[in-house]
């Protein structure tokens, strides 16, 4: 009975079965498929009203089949409600609706649902965080939102719990303790249900990890399997780390992955290398390091793998998304790297398809047929007490986190880039359990500007670019209205058409957006969902160190804008 | 050039001068009007664009001309842009507005410039808060809104500093120290232009201060006179105070006075003695706490007053503010008083011409003929050791310092009330400098409810009332499109038909409103400016306290919402 308004419970109550049932169809459409299950998320790209999964689907392809709101009408796009979470900082959050429930998670780990209509909240859920964690955390207080299945809410903290809530009241159901912050673990996914299990990966190659991947039974939070990143000795790979290197060898899993049910097969894609910037005290590819994993659902064995950047001395952080698109017959993977790089990966076996930039890349001179890079070296390599200046792109990207969208229908990718340049150096360092393992630093961004890049999959040729003064610091949502939606650190939330790239519409949210856009469907009207707070590693690197010099004086923020159609 | 975007400036750059001068009046009206002279506050009342002064005019009415947004079209009411602060806790403040350029003030001491149209940034400034302020601070980390004048915008601060800047950089112009916060006094009030002086009231009763009010010059920042509220030995009215009582005897002034000009009166309004709940250790009148004076603007002197409630054992600060009125013959203030009662005083000379309930009073017995209340004594006396339980109205009012507005056309008073209930026990205490002085305590407020009550200023009449699930907790606003606009403790910014109290529109901000609306006109299209976040006394008091259980799980918040009419 989750969404419906006090007015229509109390009307219920009073009412003979049949009545109330119909009135329930009319006022919940899809009423009693509320508990999410297995069905429902692998069905997630058929079903227009809610939004389940991180990627809205199993492919991740951040497509909505939603149309009223489209190019004809945008311009009526208004702010229906607006909810503060009371927390700023870093809001990479997105909004998860089941059935006229939003869920959505806030900086220091805060979890709201609220009433998809109204914004009125139904309960809340506050993680305690201990005293001591920011001394173990790198990269701010974010969180990336809620998995809803079998009646619960799954919540990922800083603190590398995993905390069952009950979808209805928020009461914890079980909370396991997955890892140690102290050893620089921590959580800032949107876990990952699948068929009976929850899956997560963990945070903390900055401090020299040694990254995994693990799931856990959805009902008992049992663990039922941990696939270690970065291989051990005996293990295929570990040859690829200089001496003990692979104990502190990063590998963090913290973007949620992909998964393809008819190949029985979970994308989950890694991180850069512990230390982030001296690749020397770690010679070798360093596996599986900034690679995209194709695991076994049922057991995570390593069935194959891509590595985008080997023995990454620029902290290119190869985590970000992969989306699974069919092109023509070709089954693939599309990731845009950090890297600069836009990539094709046949998904049934990890093969190089294409690499095409999304920036100036002077770090490699290309890719070789394989889609190894070709290293600039030693133009661009990153030494002790040598500063390698102009390196293109930055630590940023290339494209940052902030996941693309897909248009499967029209075969087109939309991609959030950064375009920064960056001075570097290496500086010597030892690893130290739970300090920051970066051996380097960086010196200086120069400030540059960003862009929503269109490409088309088949081919990797861009269809349009619309560039933003600042970096693009957002996700991408795509929609059968023709529109693609995304946000800027200006604090904009904008509406694109997907065929042109022309702005059409736009709304001031009064902070940066660094989190993920979503659509939903209530009662029949469409509305879409943006968190808005610029907060820590974008707040921090672009803005701080000179990506961004004129956001200096922006301010931080913390709230949830719900946009929908003017009515009369 | 304040207001203009770039690309005009850009274009303007490149013109010929009678081209530019052409452009520049089509862009922004009223220009060469925009440094704020004493012509323009003492014409606010006629100038519909602009808002210019805490109460919009020196009568205080918060009533607007405008009425492009109107009773037939508010249901067109959308959000134009929003401002997030980055900071949180209680957002009592309200945007200035003058030719285009919208100021604001957000918790924590910071003035943001921002374009009044499209929500960006011109220019902030961020006020410097010495570490141990909280310990010597009553009542959260609020601020009440800068005041515009002679190029610069006016910033009274939490540890007592009155600082000048410049209205179109921001840049310190002067910062003068005029109260010491490690005694109690603070400031939270906006600032009165008048004249060539700038008036300002301290808060600190809580602590004991000796209260006072005080007018600097505009330009330099130097003293111009300094009016105790509590006389000393020798002055009259010194004799209302039992032996020393005096000294510690609070009456604070942080709420924005009024002004009449023919009659060149300055009303300003004073609060609670101290210590705020312990009658008996200073026997007496306890004069001039809980009462408006009416001074010498030139000098400070005290004309004559008007005094609520003496001797006060509740707390009622009679801090609220006075609006002045013209009711057929009569020149009048009215002030809704937190004891519950609404009056109307003869403002030529301090008389009593009615006070009428706002709310449930059991305190008194009723007003005598001069306006003293008849005391409800021994039944609600507040004594050491013995529990007053069911003193109505709470501490909170009657009314709050939350602004009420007053359509001088349609002769009506539109008031944002508490209907709250407490429980009272006096505590022995000894006045210790910066230490709270307050020698009772709150035991319980009961839940209660909140009220919209229009008040005929002639009779004292209610004309309609509107109930809120909680009490009122923003300021209210007039227009002459019919409509009066106030927020809810729930979030909810809400406009009503000023003749029926019918709720016409709302919108969701997401936290709860404790600040004032203010309207304005820029490039010929009015909006509506309310801040959003709730904190501070009102979460502690009305929330933590049992006023507004329901509330509990609220959020704070601290976002500035404009609005405008929907086009096409």
């Known amino acids: 009975m989750i969404g419906l308004k006090k007015s229509v419970l109390s009307f219920l109550a009073g009412s003979l079965g049949v009545i109330s049932l119909l009135i329930f169809c009319v006022a919940v459409p899809g009423y009693g498929q509320n508990v999410v299950n297995d069905r429902m998320l692998l069905n997630a790209d058929k079903d227009p009203n809610n939004w389940l999964l991180y990627g809205r689907d199993y492919a991740s392809t951040r497509h909505s089949p939603l149309n009223q709101i489209n190019i004809n009408n945008v311009k009526r796009l208004v702010p229906k409600w607006v909810f503060q979470f009371g927390y700023l900082d870093g809001q990479d959050s997105e909004a998860i609706v089941n059935n006229g429930v939003l869920y959505i998670t806030s900086s220091w780990n805060h979890v709201f649902a609220l009433d ?77 249900a699948l068929r009976g299990k929850i899956i997560v990966g963990t945070s903390g190659a900055e401090y020299g990890i040694r990254g995994w991947i693990a799931a856990v039974d959805a009902d008992t939070g049992e663990l039922v399997w ?57 010679e070798g590819d360093n596996l599986y390091t900034n690679s995209t994993l194709a695991l076994d659902p049922d057991t995570g064995k390593i069935k194959f793998y891509f590595q985008y950047t080997p023995n990454d001395p620029y902290d290119f952080d190869g985590v970000n998304e992969v989306i699974l698109a069919d092109v023509g017959e070709k089954k693939v993977w599309l990731h845009a790297d950090r890297n600069g790089y836009f990539y094709s990966i046949d998904r049934t076996n990890g093969k190089f398809i294409y690499g095409v930039p999304l920036s100036e890349i002077n770090w490699a001179k290309g890719l070789d047929p394989s889609g190894r890079p070709i290293m600039n070296w030693p133009e661009k390599d990153v030494h002790f007490d040598k500063v390698t200046r102009n390196i293109s792109p930055s630590l940023e990207g290339g494209k940052e986190w902030h996941p693309m969208a897909y248009n499967p229908k029209k075969g087109v990718a939309y991609v959030p880039t950064f375009q920064l340049t960056m001075d570097l150096q290496a500086m010597r360092q030892e690893w130290k359990r739970g300090e920051l393992y970066l051996a380097a630093k960086v010196l200086e961004y120069h400030p540059g500007y960003g862009s929503l890049v269109a490409i088309e999959a088949a081919t ?84 701080g160190q000179g990506g961004a010099p004129w956001l200096k004086t922006a301010t931080k923020g913390g709230a949830l804008f719900v946009f929908g159609l003017f009515e009369e």
Chains 1, 2 share one sequence.
Request: proline fraction near 7%; charge should be negative; aromatic fraction near 12%.
């Open 460 to 543: 990797g040729k861009t269809k349009w670019s619309w560039n933003n003064k600042s970096p693009m610091t957002s996700g991408v949502l795509s929609t059968d209205g023709g529109l693609v939606f995304a946000g800027n650190p200006e604090g904009e939330f904008m509406a694109f058409n997907d065929e042109t790239g022309e702005l059409l519409w736009k709304f001031q949210t009064g902070s940066g957006i660094v989190g993920n856009p979503t659509t939903f469907s209530v009662d029949g009207k469409q509305y879409i969902a943006v968190p808005s707070g610029l907060g820590g590693w974008m707040g921090w690197a672009t803005l």
């Open 226 to 282: 941990k696939t270690y990143t970065i291989p051990g000795p005996g293990e295929p790979g570990n040859d690829t780390w200089k001496g003990e290197s692979w104990k502190y060898g990063g590998g963090s899993a913290w973007i949620t992955g992909s998964y393809d049910p008819d190949l029985n097969i979970l994308y989950w894609p890694v991180g850069n290398p512990g230390p982030d910037m001296d690749r020397h005290i770690r």
């Open 116 to 192: 998809a209509r109204t914004g009125n909240m139904i309960w809340r859920y506050d993680h305690p965080l201990p005293e001591d964690l920011g001394k173990h955390l790198c990269c701010d207080v974010v969180n990336r939102g809620v998995a809803p299945y079998r009646g619960k809410v799954y919540f990922a903290t800083l603190d590398e719990h995993l905390v069952a809530l009950d979808a209805k009241t928020g009461k914890v159901v079980w909370d396991k303790v997955l890892g140690d912050y102290t050893y620089g673990e921590s959580f800032t996914l949107m876990p990952m």
